[in-house]
């Protein structure tokens, strides 16, 4: 039973699959956020992490800047709900990779991986191989959030 039931989540949620890293969502939700200095970076992260409700299990500075957020429990999306998902939770990945040095410091690309796993009544296993079309327009949400704050962040700090 646990098989079928999985096997109907798959099968209902894969016309919402694409590729990690394009217009798809799947298994990981990654998208270019923009440059900033290493200050930057770190201050507008973890806006957006208080901003949405996550909260930081883990940072890093080297070789990367890398902000890991615990689990969050959400309730699933219409889409999810109607595939047979009964359980939903999201976790935020936010990586600065050194891009260029220039004369006032070290300037970062920032990429946003968002990772999502769902699961179903009777099924003790989480499934995190699937996006579906409602996720990936919260997920879009967040990153255009994350962009602008990068876009407009004025004056930038290195220190």
Known sequence: MRIRTSLAVFLLLLPT?????????????????????GPDARRLAEQVVDRYGF???????????????????????DDERSAGVTSAESRLII?????????????????????????VAGDPTWNSSLNSSMFRAYAEG???????????????TYR
Request: charged share 25%; aromatic share 8%.
């Open 17 to 37: 699959v694409g590729c990690a890293g394009t217009k798809g969502g799947a298994p990981l939700f990654r998208r270019e956020i923009g440059q900033a200095s």
């Open 55 to 77: 909260m930081v299990d883990s940072y890093d500075e080297a070789p990367e800047i890398r902000l890991t957020t615990h689990w969050r429990h959400r309730l699933p999306f």
């Open 95 to 119: 990586v600065a990779r050194q891009r260029s040095i220039t004369e006032l410091g070290v300037y970062y690309n920032i990429t946003l991986t968002m990772e999502n796993r769902v699961g």
């Open 142 to 156: 967040i990153v255009n959030d994350f962009r602008q704050l990068v876009t407009n962040i004025g004056v930038r």
